[in-house]
């Protein structure tokens, strides 16, 4: 079966929430045709907004300029949902399993609040990459997030479980509030990385301007769990897979002290 | 039946159900990683004293270990889950957690749960770091020489323990010889330990004592300074009998390894002073699993 291919008819005028069509999986093609979606005080049937083409509901494509599409693969379950361009805000919010794969940019809060799966984003990704709504406690609590361009600020904040990778840069704030899990940049970060982190890794590639006053230096180390926890990313098609870019010598501070205290920020070593 | 002049009894082993699992233990190299594995397998030849039987399956180069390191794996076997479980935590907490370089992962993957770092962690007084990787928990405990990387948990499965063969000799160091090559050759076969010293017990067991206070004693039957004064199984010119007692994870591992244990036996042969091969059985009555000498060598 070849998978469902949405081509953008023509961008709309209004933002569009895309999320019914995470129920794509249970549906036929003519009953994705039909679903219905919010933009602006209007609704539209899927199909008043793309060419449908193919049958295989569980594997989506968007063809078009998708910028306007907020939602898209919220709360989705086993759906590979391939965006062949550029997505709006939230994209991939609360996803459970399955896959998303923007090949362009995203917009703000990717992957936020995340259960489980792969957001997998080509580009670059704004402020609040895996990070929690407002007004939320927790960000996100399981899967994989991998940006292969760079990601604003706030990157990561909240974070429950999960492992967020950006091979590009990181804004301000990266890490901040980490409840537990793991934020890996490969790039350079903005200021106050791992503000008020209670628990769980910031891993950098690259020594941040400065380390918080609130973190204590521990020293460098040999890390046992490192090269396990790179082996563990082997199959991903990033820069974190190849073993080149791994290392278990790292420089560790641990903090934040402000907070509980329990977390820490290691810097690739030697 | 005859195999290079050495008889094989017609009679059985018999074993009985038991719960198992597997650790890896992996270090900076072998030597340390067989340091602890062998702390952790001591004093675990018999269930009737020591809690579990366990003994060191094999090596592992660093590309089947979990962390790239050289490590062995190590199977536990125990008469019930809730044993094996309390015999595992403690001894990876008193001869893991304390060897230097040691890390510590699940080698079954199958089966029930049960904790291997899951209690361990309590260790690292607050200071432990959970991870979890492709699915699976460790923790990360401070210790003084950097971290202790455990897995939380390790699978538990039913096994078998308690299959064995006797060999019988003519002279001790020819029954000891016999019992070196046979558990050499045993040790290649996967799933299985020779939990007893060196694989070879030398003071093989039947049910029951004159002291009520024992429900286990020699087995005097086999005893060769004996045969004069008890219902032998010994002929004159048997003067030393050694057995060699298996545990493995299914029936059909114990069977491959004691046929590779005999051959390597009789391979020595007559010629050896190797006379019989024989097996501990108490009629029937003990466990369900009989392994028959015969069936197995044909």
Known sequence: MSALTLTLKSAPRQRVDLSPLSAAPELTPAEVAALQVWAGKRRYRIDELFEIEGEDTRNLVLRGDCRKFDYVGRDARDLSLTVAGSVGAYAGMGMRSGTLHVQGDADIFAACELRGGLVRIDGSAGDFVGAALPGDKRGMRGGIVLVKGDVGARCGDQLRRGIVLVEGDAGDWCGSRLIAGTVAVMGRVGKHPGYGLRRGTLLLWQRPESIPPTYGDCGVHTLGFLPLWFAGLRRLDSRFADPANAFDRVHRYGGDLAAVGRGEILIRAG | ?298
Request: hydrophobic share 40%; glycine share 12%; charged share 20%.
């Open chain 2, 1 to 298: 039946m005859e195999i290079n002049g050495v008889h094989i009894d017609d009679t059985f082993a018999e074993a009985f159900p038991m719960k198992a699992t597997r650790a890896i233990i992996t270090a900076q190299n072998l030597e340390w990683a067989y340091h602890s594995a062998r702390a952790m397998t001591g004093f675990a030849t018999s269930v009737i004293a020591c809690g579990c039987e366990a003994g060191i399956e094999r090596e592992l180069s660093p590309e089947e270990t979990p962390d790239g390191r050289p490590g062995v794996a190590v199977l536990l076997f125990a008469m019930g889950g809730k044993g094996l479980a309390k015999q595992l935590e403690t001894r990876a907490g008193q001869c893991v957690l304390t060897s230097p370089t040691s890390a510590l992962f699940a080698g079954i993957d199958g089966g029930k749960p049960i904790p291997l770092g899951k209690n361990l962690r309590f260790f690292g007084d607050g200071f432990q770091i959970s991870k979890q990787i492709g699915g699976k928990r460790y923790w990360r405990i401070p210790v003084m020489d950097g971290e202790f990387l455990a897995e939380e948990t390790t699978g538990m499965v039913d096994a078998v323990g308690g299959g064995n063969f006797l060999i019988l000799a003519e002279s001790q160091p020819q029954a000891l010889a016999a019992c070196e090559a046979a558990v050499a050759a045993m040790k290649r076969v996967p799933n299985v330990v020779m939990p007893f010293p060196g694989g070879v017990v030398r003071s093989g067991s039947k049910v029951g004592s004159k002291y009520k206070a024992l429900n286990a004693s020699t087995n005097d039957a086999f005893c060769p300074t004996l045969k004069g004064v008890t219902r032998t199984q010994l002929s004159p010119e048997i003067e030393s009998v050694m057995e060699i007692v298996i545990d493995g994870l299914t029936k059909e591992d114990i069977e491959k390894a004691m046929r590779a244990g005999i051959e390597a036996v009789c391979r020595l042969g007559a010629g050896a002073g190797i006379r019989r091969i024989s097996a501990g059985n108490y009629g029937g009555k003990l466990g369900p699993f009989h392994f028959h000498l015969r069936e197995i060598m044909a």
